[in-house]
């Protein structure tokens, strides 16, 4: 497709289930990104990728969670025994170049709208 | 850190008002800037940037100007339509980082 695609897009996990999200980035890009997004708040960074390797994966809340792109296109954001405060959308991104910081733009995904119950 | 501060939300206009959002940051060395818009049950766009002091960036209207004496990125729209009713996202990118950071957002609703 033309733009980022994930699925699903809405997902109900009973607390302590696992999750796994997927995001099919614009083919090319080289950069792959995963927010979290709180209900009423701004998307906050969980991790990055450029081509298959993680390079920062700083904003991952605990040990829970992992994500991977191991081929350096598709890419899977997983949530081990989910929590309620697990509940957020999870918005992948990408974009062309591997080069932060120059403005890059960076195309979001409608985002996985994942609910701990 | 990087952070990134909104005007308080909600912001409720009628059309053809003249519109401003607030947003001011704080971040090491000479970040990217950004405004996104998220309409309803839509994924984040992009609406303009600016990479460096004193850019404006300007889209559908919108425009925005890197203020860097006052760490400031502001959104105007001189007259508003029903159909800019959506939450928006300022945003910053530093050029040692790897990751956007996002304000909290605005919900702009625009009445008839």
């Known amino acids: 497709g033309a733009g980022v695609s994930q699925s699903p897009r809405y997902k109900v996990a009973k607390r302590g289930q696992d999750v796994a999200l997927r995001c099919d980035p614009i083919?090319?890009?080289?950069?792959l990104f995963w927010y979290q997004q709180a209900l009423g708040q701004g998307p906050e960074f969980l991790t990055y990728f450029q081509n298959e390797a993680q390079l920062d994966k700083s904003g991952l809340p605990s040990d829970r969670f992992f994500a991977e792109r191991p081929e350096g296109s598709v890419s899977t954001l997983k949530i081990q025994r989910t929590q309620q405060e697990d509940s957020a959308v999870y918005l992948c991104?990408?974009?062309?170049?591997?080069?932060?910081?120059?403005?890059?733009?960076?195309?979001f995904g409608e985002g996985s709208w994942l609910t701990v119950v | 850190g990087n952070s990134v501060t909104q005007m308080e939300g909600p912001v409720t206009l009628s059309e053809e008002a003249f519109l401003t959002i607030n947003c001011t940051y704080t971040?090491?060395?000479?970040?990217?800037l950004f405004w996104y818009v998220q309409y309803p049950g839509e994924g984040l766009q992009l609406l303009l940037k600016?990479?460096?002091?004193?850019d404006k960036g300007s889209n559908k209207g919108f425009e925005a100007t890197y203020r860097k004496e006052t760490t400031s990125f502001h959104l105007e729209k001189g007259s508003v339509q029903v159909s800019d009713s959506a939450v928006y996202f300022c945003?910053?990118?530093?050029?040692?980082?790897?990751?956007?950071?996002f304000g909290e957002g605005t919900q702009l609703t625009v009445n008839p």
């Open positions: 945003a910053l990118e530093t050029t040692s980082g790897s990751r956007l950071t």
């Open positions: 991104a990408s974009s062309l170049r591997g080069q932060r910081g120059s403005g890059n733009t960076i195309y």
């Open positions: 971040a090491t060395g000479y970040p990217s």
């Open positions: 083919s090319g890009h080289v950069s």
């Open positions: 600016a990479t460096k002091a004193d």
